[in-house]
């Protein structure tokens, strides 16, 4: 989610967001540090720093530190520039992904800290590193990517598509750290930048991405890839992906990110075979299809 997204988020749901800091249950709420963006609640069990903004390190981790003890949360998260997250690792923060020119060409990190043991446990670690080791494998082996299946067409979405979408994402996923059911959610993230891009046969999507743009640190997450089951393994998200980073490139958007789930075999396929890299895990992060999971961090740099 972008900086003006999280903006716009806080600005049309503020009772919601700020009064309210337990969130809805089925959403965490979006609370604001003066310039720092973060998101916290039960859902996640977490503090997730989205956007340090204009705030110090030494300002920003005792509040997100108390606001964890305030509601019980076990995993503090932060996104920020490669320098401020270095003033967190001498907090007792951990580096777990690095993204190569997140910030105008400067490196961004995630970092975490575990406020329980059991967070910090992962019973399914060795099946994790396993299936990254075939993934990688697989992605060097000679592969050519197919045409879109007869009758589809590729294109970006816009405002009279929000409904759809929603409905879209709702079909292929359980739970979703993001109001993504609510239309006039997907319509804010729009005005603030995000670009949705989906693969339609006959008009309606049977697949679809998005890119959220951060127009001035000029990064861009590539996220919410969903596609109907019965059309799964067509190389649907491989085109979308493809198509959505020539879309940034050409916006001058050249730091192009994915927070993917780790369990999922075909999506961090995916992001092998188009050339990013897998920069990191971060472990029991994202309460995603019905349970807290950890997520693989790709990152790719295209500027020069």
């Not at 919601?16 to 709420?29: C, F, L, M, R, Y």
């Not at 491989?238 to 999922?264: K, N, P």
Request: a negative charge.
């Amino acid at each position: 989610m972008s900086t003006e997204t999280l903006q716009n988020t806080i600005s049309l749901n503020e009772n919601a967001s700020i009064n309210h800091e337990e969130g809805s249950g089925q959403v965490d709420a979006m609370i604001r540090f003066k310039t720092a963006v973060a998101q916290q609640g039960a859902l996640n069990d977490r503090v997730y720093l989205l956007d340090s903004g204009n705030e110090k390190p030494s300002d920003l981790i005792p509040w997100m530190r108390s606001t964890a003890s305030k509601h019980g949360r076990t995993r503090l998260t932060a996104k920020l520039p490669m320098p401020k997250a270095k003033e967190f690792v001498a907090a007792g923060f951990e580096i777990e992904a690095v993204v190569p020119g997140m910030y105008n060409g400067v490196d961004g990190a995630f970092v975490r800290q575990f406020l329980s043991e059991a967070r910090g446990v992962e019973p399914t670690a060795a099946a994790r590193i396993e299936r990254i080791e075939k993934v990688l494998a697989k992605a060097n082996q000679p592969y050519i990517l197919p045409a879109l299946p007869e009758g589809c067409v590729l294109s970006e979405m816009g405002p009279t598509d929000a409904e759809e979408i929603s409905a879209h994402l709702s079909s292929v996923f359980d739970s979703y750290p993001f109001p993504v059911e609510d239309p006039e959610f997907i319509r804010s993230e729009m005005d603030a930048g995000t670009r949705y891009f989906a693969v339609k046969l006959n008009g309606a999507i049977i697949a679809m991405s998005s890119a959220e743009c951060n127009n001035t640190h000029k990064y861009a997450e590539c996220t919410d890839f969903a596609t109907l089951p019965e059309w799964r393994g067509k190389a649907l998200a491989l085109h979308l992906l493809h198509h959505m980073e020539e879309a940034l490139d050409a916006a001058g958007i050249h730091g192009h990110y994915s927070i993917a789930r780790s369990t999922e075999f075909g999506m961090n396929l995916v992001f092998a075979r188009a050339g990013f890299e897998l920069t990191g895990t971060l472990i029991n992060s994202t309460h995603i299809g019905g349970g807290i999971e950890s997520m693989n961090i790709w990152a790719k740099y295209t500027g020069k």
